[in-house]
């Protein structure tokens, strides 16, 4: 036996030891396994364990001496009866059932302790100590023990801790990582030092490439709307110590890409303070904005053709209304009938365009276009439609292209019609100079397709792809010059794909654009 002087020495001797293992590495296991090791030694016991609880409260071995680890599925069993006996506090049952559990391990260990840690009174776990005497348990005895199972207990909590704090990291790594936002962390010198997927889209840098460099090069602005960092920076933005939240940097404008492209974008800019009140980072958050932009853009656009649009009927209506009105003229029966002809007229434009926008606008909630099917002769509709608008012009030809056999297929003829006009009326209206309309059409077993091919001047290629969204002209002093909405097309192809169809245009600048339509016979 020890005295008590050796006692006390080893006791210090290996406390030190423990929590040297505690604050030099955060190895759970290997401060268990010393800690049990202690334990045992201090005792002179033959076999220790620790288990430990989980967040379920269930108690699992973690560290073991003196008994392989084989026999820890076994033990575990045991440990859970010896559990539930001692939430029962019946110390004598408690007792019996380490006995037993002693026994199944190695008949020969016949006395048991039963230590649990705990930290900041929650229980974390449970070392036992067996050995193969009664020698009697001394306060030291359990003081030691106490002492270790403290020690073990701030190991446990601070590797749980460590282990939160590594999931929150990597939870928080990965949230950044996949915001559909950019996201850039930046150092207090406005040095880069984090950069997530999305600002490399936006950007078209590489993370690899930017961490390092100053924020100034990477999210340059070609063109500020709004805020400014430089100006905010020398204004002595950010202010430490302001808690309200609110000392949110705003800035928006046109960034210049590493490509050469540029991106509307709207940057928040949030600081981040130490304890002490010191700036630690600037988290800048980057949101494409461009197609908020472009919707703003359209509406502006929108505003201003539909009003003019509107204006020009109205206008015309109330001055040929002004004049039949006249007190001190009479006018003669032709005269009335001329006048009243042009408001009809007029009134019917009005119409039309409010239609065409109601229409526009139920696309676009996604309601779609409801069709009237029947049958559908396309060559009387263009014939038909081709006869009116001969009267309104004398400058453009019109020739008909249809096989004799053109079949009749199923659709809606007022739509369809509308579409035709539509078409015509550009080829006029884009063919300044006037010159041949051509509308023919081909037929196969499946489909059949329409084209209005006329000599006008044609789109650009890059404006090819727009002119079907709504509200978009090609801009240009000849559509300043004619009248339209930019939603002519973008109906066209809202009504032949309601008909399961496609539209497309073949065009070359200065020489003429084709209108191709493509639908199924049935
Ligand atoms: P709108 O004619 O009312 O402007 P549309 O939707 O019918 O609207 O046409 C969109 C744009 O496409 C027009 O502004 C015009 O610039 C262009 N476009 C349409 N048809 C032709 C054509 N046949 N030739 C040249 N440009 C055309």
């Known amino acids: 036996m020890l005295s008590l002087l050796d006692f006390r020495v080893r006791q210090r001797d290996f406390l030190l030891e423990i929590s040297k293992a505690i604050t030099s590495r955060l190895d759970l296991n290997e401060v268990l396994k010393r800690v049990v090791n202690a334990s045992v030694a201090m005792l002179a016991g033959q076999v220790g364990i620790i288990a430990l609880r989980d967040d379920q409260g269930e108690y699992h071995i973690q560290a073991v001496l003196g008994l392989s680890r084989e ?30 559990m002693a026994a199944i391990i190695d008949k020969r260990l016949i006395q048991s302790f039963a230590i649990p840690l705990s930290f900041g009174g929650e229980a974390v776990g449970l070392m036992l100590v067996f050995r193969n005497f009664q020698g009697g348990a001394t ?30 990291r990597k939870q928080l790594a990965a949230v950044v990582q996949h915001s559909a936002d950019g996201v850039v962390i930046l150092d207090a010198s406005l040095t880069i030092i984090s950069f997530n997927h999305a600002v490399e889209r936006l950007t078209a840098w590489m993370a690899e490439d930017a961490i390092g460099l100053k924020v100034e090069e990477v999210l340059a602005l070609a063109r500020v709307e709004k805020g400014d960092l430089h100006r905010a920076l020398e204004n002595g933005w950010p202010y430490a110590g302001d808690e309200s939240g609110d000392d949110t940097l705003y800035v928006e404008g046109d960034l210049l890409r590493r490509d050469g492209l540029t991106t509307s974008v709207g940057i928040h800019y949030a600081p981040l303070f130490t304890a002490e009140g010191k700036l630690a980072n600037v988290i800048a958050n980057v949101r494409d904005i461009s197609n908020f932009r472009q919707a703003q853009q359209m509406q502006n ?17 109330k001055g040929y209304a002004a004049t039949l009105r006249r007190e001190d003229v009479t006018w003669d029966d032709a005269f009335v009938r001329e006048y009243s002809g042009v408001i009809e007229e007029e009134a019917d434009r009005l119409t ?3 239609e065409d926008l109601l229409t526009a606008s139920r696309i676009q909630a996604d309601r779609g276009l409801s069709l009237i099917p029947g049958d559908m002769n396309i060559v009387e509709i263009v014939r038909r439609s081709v006869a009116r608008f001969q009267t309104q012009t004398e400058n453009h030809k019109f020739e008909l292209d249809f096989p004799k056999d053109f079949p009749v297929i199923l659709g809606d003829e007022t739509r369809f019609r509308q579409v035709v006009d539509n078409l015509l009326s550009n080829a006029i209206k884009y063919s300044p100079n006037g010159g041949t309309i051509t509308v023919g059409g081909t037929a196969d077993e499946n489909t059949v397709t329409l084209y209005v091919r006329d000599e006008g001047v044609g789109i650009k290629e890059s404006d090819i792809e727009r002119i079907f969204d709504r509200f978009y002209r090609v801009d240009g002093a000849l559509s300043r010059k004619t009248q339209g909405t930019g939603l002519g097309l973008f109906l066209s192809k809202a009504i032949v794909e309601a008909h399961g169809g496609t539209i497309r245009v073949e065009s070359t600048p200065g020489k003429g654009s084709t209108f191709i339509i493509t639908l199924p016979r049935s």
């Open 139 to 168: 306060p030291d005895d359990i003081q030691v023990l106490q002492s270790f199972a403290d020690q073990a207990a701030i190991a446990v909590h601070n590797a749980q801790l460590y282990e939160r704090m590594n999931f929150d």
């Open 301 to 317: 656009v929108f505003i201003s053709t539909v009003s003019h649009e509107l204006k020009t009927p109205v206008a015309l209506i």
């Open 352 to 354: 039309e365009l409010i």
């Open 71 to 100: 026999r820890i599925p076994e033990l575990n069993t045991r440990l859970v009866e010896v559990i539930q006996t001692a939430s029962a506090r019946d110390t004598e049952l408690v007792n019996a059932r380490l006995r037993e």
